[in-house]
């Protein structure tokens, strides 16, 4: 047996033992929670954004990361299944082509899928983790990005190095700090927002995030007096008991209370807001999902729709039903998480 089908059944028996963690949590099902407000099933809307997940390899090692991404990882979208996911592109009217990894910028492919993009006037996302930006051999990254005007969206867990260390490793903030240096020397975070630079915030800890404009105002003023540092927009995410960090839960003790605490903070508008309803994920091999995260739990499309993009018809879609399971609670809690922030 070849090692990398060892790591795959590896992985997929660490896959089961955490869906059925999650369906066994303190909390009534997601489901049941959505059929007492009205809103089961849960159905798609209009298509707006299609993410793709390019690779899980990163240059980082993160402890909240769903992706379970890191260095070791070599799982790597090839150009043919990108040439599928442009395919999909021109038949249907998404409006954002969300860029995800890993790091997604350590993809051979990656300059070249977003020059198409761009080349058919979508907007493109890139979610960096801005450490790559000082990664040999990616010295004009900075520029290849404002070039195309590729919005950044960049992971920083908080305004001080000790917070930030914890979740990311050793040295990070500092490095963070000279990546978005060199994105607002290329006018980046500009108030004109002509090129785009929006943060994203997940809470260290068991904990769920503080409001969305409250954290905003509180980074803006700290990087500004502290590291003469500015961007557009700071986007609260909820940490999903997923992966690494279902793994965290678990260790500390920490899973029913975290698992009570979203349910608990259930919000029916975020539940109507949620991103899966206009947001197409496509995995690193091609297959289809709802969302980034029922990605990672590798729940694919329900029954009867299409399962790789190759495969990728529009019309299949239309008010098709939506994959839930007890994660989704994640999603739903107080103003809403999605990959653009609080729902609400």
Same mark, same amino acid.
């Given at each position: 047996?070849?090692?990398?089908?060892?790591?795959?059944?590896?992985?997929?028996?660490?896959?089961?033992?955490?869906?059925?963690? &999650?369906?066994?949590? %303190?909390?009534?099902?997601?489901?049941?929670?959505?059929?007492?407000?009205?809103?089961? %099933?849960?159905?798609?809307?209009?298509?707006?954004?299609?993410?793709? *997940?390019?690779?899980?390899?990163? *240059?980082?090692?993160?402890?909240?990361? !769903?992706?379970?991404?890191?260095?070791?990882?070599?799982? @790597?979208?090839?150009?043919?299944?990108?040439?599928?996911?442009?395919?999909?592109?021109?038949?249907? $009217?998404?409006?954002?082509? +969300? &860029?995800?990894?890993?790091?997604?910028?350590?993809?051979?492919?990656?300059?070249?899928?977003?020059? /198409?993009?761009?080349?058919? #006037? =979508?907007?493109?996302?890139? =979610?960096?983790?801005?450490?790559?930006?000082?990664?040999?051999?990616?010295?004009?990254?900075?520029?290849?990005?404002?070039?195309?005007?590729?919005?950044?969206?960049?992971?920083?867990?908080?305004?001080?190095?000790?917070?930030?260390?914890?979740?990311?490793?050793?040295?990070?903030?500092?490095?963070? @700090?000279?990546?978005?240096?060199?994105?607002?020397?290329?006018?980046?975070?500009?108030?004109?927002?002509?090129?785009?630079?929006?943060?994203?915030?997940?809470?260290?800890?068991?904990?769920?995030? %503080?409001?969305?404009?409250?954290?905003?105002?509180?980074?803006?003023?700290?990087?500004?007096?502290?590291?003469?540092?500015?961007?557009? !927009?700071?986007?609260? @995410?909820? *940490?999903?008991?997923?992966?690494?960090?279902?793994?965290? &839960?678990?260790?500390?003790?920490?899973?029913?209370?975290?698992?009570? =605490?979203?349910?608990?903070?259930?919000?029916?508008?975020?539940?109507? #807001?949620?991103?899966?309803?206009?947001?197409?994920?496509?995995?690193?091999?091609?297959?289809?999902? +709802?969302?980034?995260?029922?990605?990672?739990? /590798?729940?694919?499309?329900?029954?009867?729709?299409?399962? !790789? @993009?190759?495969?990728? =018809? %529009?019309?299949?879609?239309?008010?098709? $039903?939506?994959?839930?399971?007890?994660?989704?609670?994640?999603?739903?809690?107080?103003? #809403?998480?999605?990959?653009?922030?609080?729902?609400?």
């Amino acid at each position: 047996m070849t090692e990398s089908l060892v790591q795959r059944r590896h992985a997929l028996s660490v896959l089961s033992q955490q869906l059925d963690v &999650l369906a066994r949590s %303190p909390v009534p099902s997601f489901a049941s929670t959505l059929r007492a407000i009205g809103l089961d %099933p849960l159905t798609r809307t209009s298509p707006r954004v299609l993410q793709i *997940n390019v690779g899980k390899m990163c *240059n980082q090692v993160c402890r909240h990361c !769903h992706v379970d991404a890191g260095p070791d990882r070599t799982e @790597i979208m090839t150009r043919e299944t990108m040439t599928h996911c442009l395919a999909a592109l021109d038949a249907a $009217p998404f409006e954002v082509v +969300d &860029l995800t990894g890993g790091a997604p910028e350590l993809n051979p492919d990656f300059r070249w899928l977003v020059e /198409q993009v761009r080349a058919r #006037g =979508r907007a493109v996302i890139d =979610r960096c983790n801005l450490t790559i930006l000082l990664v040999r051999g990616q010295h004009d990254l900075v520029d290849f990005l404002a070039g195309h005007q590729v919005e950044v969206v960049a992971s920083l867990p908080y305004f001080q190095a000790r917070q930030t260390d914890a979740q990311r490793g050793d040295g990070v903030f500092e490095k963070s @700090i000279e990546g978005l240096r060199r994105l607002n020397a290329a006018g980046y975070g500009a108030a004109d927002g002509r090129l785009k630079l929006n943060l994203v915030y997940n809470p260290v800890g068991a904990f769920l995030p %503080p409001r969305q404009e409250a954290i905003e105002r509180d980074f803006r003023r700290e990087l500004a007096q502290r590291h003469d540092v500015r961007f557009n !927009h700071l986007f609260t @995410i909820t *940490n999903m008991p997923i992966n690494r960090y279902l793994e965290y &839960l678990l260790e500390s003790g920490n899973f029913d209370e975290y698992m009570q =605490r979203l349910q608990a903070a259930f919000n029916p508008a975020a539940a109507r #807001g949620v991103m899966c309803r206009d947001t197409l994920s496509v995995g690193w091999d091609g297959t289809l999902h +709802d969302c980034d995260f029922n990605q990672q739990m /590798q729940l694919g499309l329900p029954a009867g729709l299409p399962r !790789h @993009i190759a495969d990728f =018809r %529009p019309e299949a879609l239309h008010q098709a $039903p939506i994959a839930i399971g007890n994660h989704c609670y994640g999603c739903t809690a107080g103003a #809403g998480s999605s990959c653009g922030g609080a729902v609400e």
